[in-house]
């Protein structure tokens, strides 16, 4: 799960994946693995409209196969439970 801070405040809109951002650099939100920010290959200015379909060619669909590994929210729900008592 996808948590963005920065999508919560008022009138905030909600860019989904693959999207163009409004931007002069036209930067596109892209899922992307934790290899690639940890080596500092991306950040949110790295991915644009030119380069994309590039990186889809070189890199694959990060999240192709993200039904396969889904996981139940329960036990994080649980213990957040627990712990607000």
Same mark, same amino acid.
């Given at each position: 799960?996808?948590? *963005?801070?920065? +999508?919560?405040?008022?009138?905030?809109?909600?860019?989904?994946?693959?999207?163009?951002?409004?931007?002069?650099?036209?930067?596109?939100?892209?899922?992307?693995?934790?290899?690639?920010?940890?080596?500092? *290959?991306v950040d949110? +200015?790295?991915?644009?409209?030119?380069?994309?379909?590039?990186?889809? *060619?070189?890199?694959?669909?990060v999240w192709? *196969?993200?039904?396969?590994?889904?996981?139940?929210?329960?036990?994080?729900?649980?213990?957040?439970?627990?712990?607000?008592?």
């Open positions: 799960m996808l948590v *963005d801070y920065n +999508q919560n405040r008022w009138g905030s809109t909600l860019a989904s994946v693959y999207s163009v951002r409004p931007r002069p650099e036209a930067t596109v939100s892209m899922p992307v693995t934790w290899k690639e920010v940890e080596r500092g *290959d949110p +200015q790295t991915l644009t409209i030119r380069n994309m379909a590039a990186r889809v *060619d070189a890199v694959g669909d192709n *196969d993200m039904w396969r590994r889904r996981r139940s929210l329960k036990p994080a729900i649980e213990k957040l439970k627990r712990l607000k008592r």
